[in-house]
């Protein structure tokens, strides 16, 4: 880690992963040296912990060996988009008077007519959302919760052919996880967690024969993740 790019750090993880996020931080990492930036621990359970105005993190249950894991969902906050056009041809000048139209305000013009937000915002469109899983032994609970995201990030440890050793160490086959992302009707799905057993093109065909919309993450892949139905996650 570059601390020095750094300027603070802030942790959050349910409690049992926090004492052990201690322990290797200031026990393995640190070893007894203070932390060269301001480190804020943050305990959390489900439900939101992180929120601006257009965005939100919140936390759920999953299960898996020990207590207090969690899956987190990214949510971008919905919104009615501003028509330029529709502004435009009402004559609301370019400025603070569409910002006030777009922040739910009505305003009146130079010539004494009054503009509402109404005629010039567009249909209500949802957030993009993103729904991230680590170590999950089933999948049953995740079903609303992923109901309809636009990209769903999850682990694919086993093959179907090992299922009854993914059931002993409370972890998915890449099988399961394409039919969560079925059962769900998710966008994209993408895969994380491979065991190095299997070769990464017998994992992506596993899950692809179910939820053909399938991605393998590989280390220091980025994607974009776009609201827009027709797009796909962007790797860069």
Known sequence: ?????????????????????????????????????????????????????????????VAHRGPDCLGFLFEEKGRRPFLPEKAEALGVPNGPLRKELVEGRQIRLEDGRVVSPEEVLGPFKPGTRLVHVGDVGQTENLIEVCRGVDTLVIEATYLDKDADMARQFAHLTARQAAQLALQAGVRDLILTHLSRRYRERDVLQEAQAIFPNTAVARDFDVYLVKRDPDSVPETK
């Open 1 to 61: 880690m570059r601390w020095e790019s750094i300027d603070e750090l802030e942790i959050f993880a349910g409690p049992a992963a926090m004492d052990r996020i201690r322990d290797l931080l200031y026990g393995v990492v640190l070893r007894g040296t203070p932390a060269p930036m301001p480190i804020q621990m943050r305990e959390i359970g489900p439900g939101v912990f992180f929120e601006t105005e257009d965005f939100s993190i919140s936390a759920f249950p």
